[in-house]
């Protein structure tokens, strides 16, 4: 029996989003195998997914790389595929469509809109609403697209907490990918302080910084969470993120864990994009919104934590 194919390649965030999706199209499928075509930073976190059969590394070389290029279509085509979802609708995938993985069924942007509609017109809708239509034009009806669980995802991590806390801790996110620096509010040290001062040790202050952020983390005055002094993976994250009492972080990765968990906490928006777009909120975890993050002060920062913690 043929297989199906889900191309998510990333962020992080972007693949939590996906996993409701990734859910509706396993239950829709149950009598075949589906495998998710991913990047080699989420190869490891998403093969743990009990909606996946398996997953597939994509190194994503330069489209000139003809040589990788060709090894990616023979390993694909080992995989008899007759329908791909394509969930990261990027120029990429759009070259795979036409050039890797030909001749089977798509669910993508193209197939999804509606006659007339423009692609950048879609495009503008919340990313979840538009993952919905992408599952129902192929006669999924979904049914977690938006209810996403990532209870898969989470461990015990009691042993790892007791280094740094006894209780209850306020999980700060200060930092962002390099090429998205304008999604990065500057006062997360300030906001340490003032934290510190208003609960004392009622609540330490943890920050959990990526691979190229512990330098950076070390100047801010938190407690840094490490594992065997390296930054910890995304199952730890996830576990971190599911025990935090309050959660404080720029539009990251992070974010959407916390926001599929619903998570207490606060995501800090300027103009790079809307809350709604990404489809961010959930009950508890909502976004505080302003036109410049550099004129976003402290102390409304601290008035909306205090107001939803208290």
Known sequence: MSNILIIKHGSLGDLIQANGAIKDIKNFYKNRKVFLLTAQPYSIFMSECPYLDGVIIDKRLPRWNLFYLSNLKKKLSRYDISKVFDLQNSSRTKFYKRF????????????????????RDFDNEPVLD????????????????????????TQDISRLLKQY???EYILLFPFCSIKHQKKRWPYFKELIIKLKQEYK?????????????????????????????????????VSLINNAKFIITNDTGPAHIASHLDKKGLVLFGSHTTAKKVSIESFNFKALSVKNLEDLNVDTVLNEVKARLN
Not at 138 to 151: A, R, V
Not at 206 to 229: C, F, M, R, T, Y
């Open 100 to 119: 890797i993985i030909k001749n089977v069924e798509w669910s993508d942007t193209s197939s999804s809109l509606e006659p007339g509609q423009k692609k």
């Open 130 to 153: 538009r993952m919905e239509i992408q599952l129902k034009k192929s006669g999924i009806e979904p049914e977690f697209t938006k209810n996403i669980d990532l209870s898969w995802a």
């Open 165 to 167: 806390t006894n209780d």
């Open 201 to 237: 040790n009622k609540f330490p202050i943890l920050l959990a910084p990526g691979p190229k952020e512990i330098d950076q983390a070390s100047e801010l005055k938190g407690k840094i969470v490490l594992e065997k002094n390296e930054p910890i993976d995304i199952k730890t994250l």
